[in-house]
């Protein structure tokens, strides 16, 4: 059974970076589209970016969209979310899964494994 690990999360202050990876011991996340999602205390999981198999294929939450940069390394098995700009409302939990349906990208269903998540907390 697959399982993901993120890492990278902490606590920063508002216009801080962070830079979140998400790695697979099975190896599998170069066969798949990966995506970031958080979730914030009392909110649904919300999409947060996604990158395809070979990377040439990019797409943005509008929240977030030129302030995180998505990038894998495939020979690595990590997938990374570099977070600029942090803001407290970027506070949540952060978690990455491994993309199996064929459906949007923004549909939770659509993935079968993910991570525990990592926490990034923006406070002033």
């Known amino acids: 059974q697959e399982q993901l690990i993120e890492s990278g999360g902490g606590e920063v202050h508002p216009g801080d970076s962070l830079t979140l990876s998400c790695e697979s011991p099975?190896?599998?996340?170069?066969?798949?589209?990966v995506a970031w999602f958080r979730q914030a205390p009392g909110k649904e999981r919300e999409f947060v970016a996604t990158?395809?198999?070979?990377?040439?294929?990019?797409n943005y939450a509008a929240s977030v969209k030129g302030r995180f940069t998505i990038s894998r390394d495939n020979d690595k098995n990590a997938v990374y979310l570099r977070m600029d700009s942090l803001s407290v409302d970027d506070t949540a939990v952060y978690l990455c899964?491994?993309?199996?349906?064929?459906?949007?990208?923004?549909?939770?269903?659509?993935?079968?494994?993910w991570g525990q998540g990592t926490q990034v907390t923006v406070s002033a």
């Open positions: 990158i395809s198999r070979t990377g040439g294929w990019i």
């Open positions: 899964a491994r993309k199996v349906g064929v459906g949007t990208t923004y549909d939770t269903s659509q993935y079968d494994y």
């Open positions: 099975r190896r599998t996340l170069p066969l798949h589209t």
